[in-house]
């Protein structure tokens, strides 16, 4: 398909089509769920398509919901106004800042260990994969190789990944070794806003983009890709609704520009779940290494009301923190200092 031409400069609304995938469901568990369990949760199930695509009941299932959803852009009378694509979020595998964060714990973390660049030990500033990472990236990848030659699951036509380097490297171990059909070759987009929400641990500040570009050579950056990390900072975060915000612009852009149907993110757990909320599907956490698929109806609508909340500027708040390790934390998310023993308390969000 091409680029939605329709789409540009305009409100583009999103639904995640329930029906299709288990973790659609409000019966399906995140907890312990694993994609490969359970055929990345793709349901067992007939479609309209069915009787005049396969007659004799012998394609398998992605290549008869492969069908339903070229049908569904190509074939429903709803001209330009509408799109489908099917989109796979893919947390990173395991990073050395979360074993740090199990290692200390969460309040500790929060308050004090994650504003560090590492412990002397090991680094968690823009961390790497872990050997346990790179073993849930390689799961992964063996994981798609089977569908791909055994069910002839549709490979992606795009790939995109956060510029934080436990993603690139995610991305790079999942799909760099498939074999990919000479039109859709794996060559990722690194795009800035599909980073974690932006805190000040430093686990979320990533590398220049000279030293990402050494980092994985090849990769193309998105138009606009700033040497520094210009949305990071020392003492504020993001606010959730900044993040939702900034997570649907980056969808808007990638369906309003990329006429692409399938499409991987490898992405992290707290943007995966900004862009749930964007896509108005349910909470479904994801441990590491976890990929969730959605398919996805995006509707051209008259435009929202303006809003003053924008992807870069503001939305961010300053966020609580310790000078040494805390002595133990609030139920509200503040930090109990161990220095002077007063609360901390974080701000409200606006």
């Known amino acids: 398909m091409e680029p939605w031409h ?69 074939d429903c009378g709803k001209g330009e106004s509408t799109r489908y694509k099917v989109v796979f979020f893919g947390r990173h595998g395991q990073g050395y800042h979360n074993v740090a964060e199990s290692y200390y714990g969460t309040p500790a973390w929060n308050c004090y260990w994650a504003e560090l660049e590492g412990n002397g030990t090991i680094t968690w500033a823009d961390p790497v994969l872990t050997a346990d990472g790179f073993s849930e990236a390689q799961k992964a990848n063996s994981f798609y190789k089977t569908l791909h030659e055994e069910q002839s699951m549709p490979h992606f036509e795009s790939y995109y990944s956060s510029p934080l380097k436990r993603c690139l490297q995610t991305a790079n171990t999942t799909f760099g070794t498939l074999k990919t059909p000479p039109k859709h070759p794996f060559v990722p987009t690194i795009k800035e806003l599909f980073r974690e929400d932006i805190s ?79 896509l108005n599907h349910r909470p479904f956490g994801l441990s590491t290494g976890q990929i969730i698929p959605v398919l996805i109806k995006a509707d051209v609508v008259p435009p929202a009301p303006s809003s003053t909340t924008t992807a870069t500027t503001t939305g961010f708040t300053p966020e609580a923190t310790c000078e040494q390790p805390p002595a133990t934390s609030l139920p509200d998310g503040g930090c109990v200092c161990s220095s002077t023993a007063s609360n901390i308390m974080p701000l409200p969000t606006p």
């Open 6 to 74: 329709e789409a540009k400069g305009r409100q583009i609304q999103y639904t995640s089509v329930a029906g299709y995938f288990l973790q659609d469901d409000p019966d399906t568990n995140p907890s312990g769920f694993d994609y490969a369990q359970h055929n990345f949760g793709l349901i067992d199930r007939k479609y309209p398509t069915d009787d005049e695509f396969d007659p004799d009941g012998i394609q398998s299932q992605w290549q008869r919901f492969s069908e339903w959803v070229h049908h569904l852009n190509h």
């Open 200 to 278: 000040i641990h430093t686990c979320d500040r990533r590398s220049t983009k000279s030293e990402i570009a050494e980092f994985m050579p090849g990769w193309n950056f998105e138009d606009g890709f700033t040497e520094k990390d210009e949305l990071w900072q020392a003492d504020k975060g993001e606010t959730p609704v900044h993040q939702v915000a900034r997570s649907k612009a980056v969808l808007d852009d990638v369906f309003t520009h990329d006429g692409s149907t399938w499409i991987s993110v490898t992405s992290h757990s707290g943007e995966i779940a900004a862009l749930l909320t964007a």
